[in-house]
């Protein structure tokens, strides 16, 4: 009886064993073809991106340093002007503020960076900032929220028209203005941003480098500044009457909270809190220091004298110089990209005269022709060493890279000044550029705004 139940049960479980093993087959392979368990891990499921506190603190300190650096522009700006002048143009920087950031809600973030068609705009799927909340969005960053991104790229947005306006400054009537800003944010700014560092931008797609601006905010604001200083015309009495700067005090105020506010807007482009941040930062401060030497010995050695004026202008060179190199270059590169930015840039803003357009404020000379050569610059000393995302340049055994600078900056060139063009000759035709003869002698401040900068 034993030996029939001992027989029953082995039965019972060779069954049991062939019913598992029809329920979960296994896939016979050779040993020497299967890895152990230990050797190759499944492979985990990706964590979904999470917030970095110290990235997020980042970049939120770097957009506030931009968005200071608007209200800079306006006292660097309104230092350069006649006394009469001095609120027409620090209106002109700080009314963008407003202007820009309403517009960039509704939908020019969306057109700048939101989904792309057609690799030249981006889609309206982010109007109103819609889909756009405090989760990161992986395509931009994946350590800081969504918001975050885009407060940082909207100060971008609100300097950039700002910077046009030194070339039509002491003439532009206030309600074209408003007008201007909101037309060429829309066609000019809000495509080349999206060209540029949109995903799936063509520019972008095409390999192209501009760490922080030097086609999206420096090339399209000084070739628009160009289209503008021939469309507006010279000012009355322009080189015939004294158009000295009436207080260049306020001018190097305004300078150097521009150098203070560029370490966000060139160490926060990083979009982390780290060595590539740290880079941008130090190679910043280098080039600056170096342009404002070298347009002051330039212009020592052109004129006798060493101005104040002259140190400041360089000073700012250096910083549109270095911008789009900021993040692909390091310490001696910078110190080269700064000291040829001052003495071309220099050279470039004597040149206005005898080229016959009237640039007020030197925004062609200094942001066109610096962001012209900082783009070039970027195609000869960008190296991966610095950081790997990027491209080596020609200095470093790759000459494909600057071919596609030049590309990027030609593109950027025409595609600035011919929609500028047409920008300003419809305003022209429609409502007018220019304020009249008599608001002009009496100046912006009392024409425009009804008051006065100083109770003298």
Same mark, same amino acid.
């Given at each position: 009886?034993?030996?029939? @139940?001992?027989?029953?049960?082995?039965?019972?479980? !060779?069954?049991?064993?062939?019913?598992?093993?029809?329920?979960?087959?296994?896939?016979?392979?050779?040993?020497?073809?299967?890895?152990?368990?230990?050797?190759?891990?499944?492979?985990?499921?990706?964590?979904?991106?999470?917030?970095?506190?110290?990235? $997020? #603190?980042?970049? /939120?300190?770097?957009?506030?340093?931009?968005?200071?650096?608007?209200?800079?522009?306006?006292? *660097?700006?309104?230092?350069? +002007?006649?006394?009469?002048?001095?609120?027409?143009?620090?209106?002109?920087?700080?009314?963008?503020?407003?202007?820009?950031?309403?517009?960039?809600?509704?939908?020019?973030?969306? /057109?700048?960076?939101?989904?792309?068609?057609?690799?030249?705009?981006?889609?309206?799927?982010?109007?109103?900032?819609?889909?756009?909340?405090?989760?990161?969005?992986?395509?931009?960053?994946? $350590?800081?929220?969504?918001?975050? *991104?885009?407060?940082?790229?909207?100060?971008?947005?609100?300097?950039?028209?700002?910077?046009i306006t030194g070339a039509f400054a002491e003439r532009f009537k206030f309600k074209t203005y408003l007008l201007f800003l909101i037309l060429w944010a829309t066609f000019v700014y809000f495509p080349l941003a999206h060209w540029v560092w949109g995903i799936g931008g063509w520019i972008r797609n095409l390999g192209a480098l501009d760490f922080a601006g030097g086609l999206v905010v420096h090339i399209s604001s000084g070739l628009s500044a160009l289209a503008a200083a021939v469309v507006v015309g010279k000012r009355r009495g322009h080189g015939i009457e004294n158009m000295a700067p009436h207080n260049l005090t306020m001018t190097l105020?305004?300078?150097?909270?521009?150098?203070?506010?560029?370490?966000?807007?060139?160490?926060?482009?990083?979009?982390?809190?780290?060595?590539?941040?740290?880079?941008?930062? !130090?190679?910043?401060?280098?080039?600056?220091?170096?342009?404002? @030497?070298?347009?002051?010995?330039?212009?020592?050695?052109?004129?006798?004298?060493?101005?104040? @004026?002259?140190?400041?202008?360089?000073?700012?060179?250096? /910083?549109?110089?270095?911008?789009?190199?900021?993040?692909?270059?390091?310490?001696?590169?910078? +110190?080269?990209?700064?000291?040829?930015?001052?003495?071309?840039?220099?050279? #470039? !803003?004597? /040149?206005?005269?005898?080229?016959?357009?009237?640039?007020?404020?030197?925004?062609?000379?200094?942001?066109?022709?610096?962001?012209?050569?900082?783009?070039?610059?970027?195609?000869?000393?960008?190296?991966?060493?610095?950081?790997?995302?990027?491209?080596?340049?020609?200095?470093?055994?790759?000459?494909?890279?600057?071919?596609?600078?030049?590309?990027?900056?030609?593109?950027?060139? !025409?595609?600035?000044?011919?929609?500028? @063009?047409?920008?300003?000759?419809?305003?022209?035709?429609?409502?007018?550029?220019?304020?009249?003869?008599?608001?002009?002698?009496?100046?912006?401040?009392?024409?425009?705004?009804?008051?006065?900068?100083?109770?003298?």
């Amino acid at each position: 009886m034993k030996r029939i @139940l001992s027989v029953l049960i082995l039965v019972c479980m !060779v069954a049991m064993a062939g019913a598992l093993s029809a329920e979960e087959p296994k896939l016979e392979v050779p040993l020497q073809q299967t890895p152990s368990v230990e050797a190759q891990p499944a492979p985990a499921v990706a964590a979904p991106p999470k917030v970095d506190t110290g990235d $997020t #603190a980042w970049v /939120l300190i770097s957009a506030a340093l931009v968005m200071l650096m608007t209200p800079g522009l306006a006292l *660097f700006y309104g230092g350069m +002007v006649r006394r009469k002048n001095v609120l027409g143009t620090i209106m002109q920087s700080f009314i963008a503020l407003g202007v820009i950031t309403i517009i960039w809600v509704l939908y020019g973030y969306s /057109l700048a960076f939101g989904p792309d068609i057609g690799h030249i705009i981006g889609s309206l799927d982010w109007i109103g900032l819609n889909g756009v909340g405090l989760e990161p969005n992986p395509d931009y960053s994946a $350590t800081i929220p969504h918001q975050a *991104f885009m407060i940082f790229q909207m100060m971008f947005a609100v300097i950039t028209p700002a910077l046009i306006t030194g070339a039509f400054a002491e003439r532009f009537k206030f309600k074209t203005y408003l007008l201007f800003l909101i037309l060429w944010a829309t066609f000019v700014y809000f495509p080349l941003a999206h060209w540029v560092w949109g995903i799936g931008g063509w520019i972008r797609n095409l390999g192209a480098l501009d760490f922080a601006g030097g086609l999206v905010v420096h090339i399209s604001s000084g070739l628009s500044a160009l289209a503008a200083a021939v469309v507006v015309g010279k000012r009355r009495g322009h080189g015939i009457e004294n158009m000295a700067p009436h207080n260049l005090t306020m001018t190097l105020l305004g300078a150097a909270l521009l150098w203070f506010g560029w370490f966000g807007f060139n160490g926060g482009s990083a979009v982390a809190s780290g060595s590539l941040a740290t880079s941008a930062f !130090v190679v910043t401060h280098i080039a600056t220091a170096a342009a404002a @030497l070298s347009w002051m010995m330039a212009e020592w050695i052109y004129r006798g004298k060493a101005t104040v @004026l002259g140190a400041a202008s360089g000073a700012v060179a250096g /910083l549109v110089a270095i911008t789009p190199a900021s993040g692909f270059v390091g310490p001696l590169p910078a +110190v080269l990209i700064g000291s040829v930015a001052g003495a071309v840039c220099y050279i #470039a !803003v004597n /040149l206005k005269n005898k080229l016959g357009y009237d640039d007020s404020l030197d925004a062609v000379g200094v942001h066109g022709v610096g962001g012209t050569w900082g783009a070039i610059a970027t195609g000869l000393f960008a190296s991966k060493v610095i950081n790997s995302a990027g491209n080596d340049g020609l200095f470093f055994g790759n000459a494909s890279l600057l071919w596609k600078q030049l590309i990027s900056v030609g593109a950027a060139w !025409v595609y600035s000044f011919v929609v500028t @063009l047409i920008i300003l000759k419809v305003l022209d035709w429609t409502i007018g550029l220019r304020v009249s003869e008599e608001d002009e002698s009496d100046g912006l401040d009392l024409s425009q705004h009804g008051e006065s900068g100083y109770m003298l």
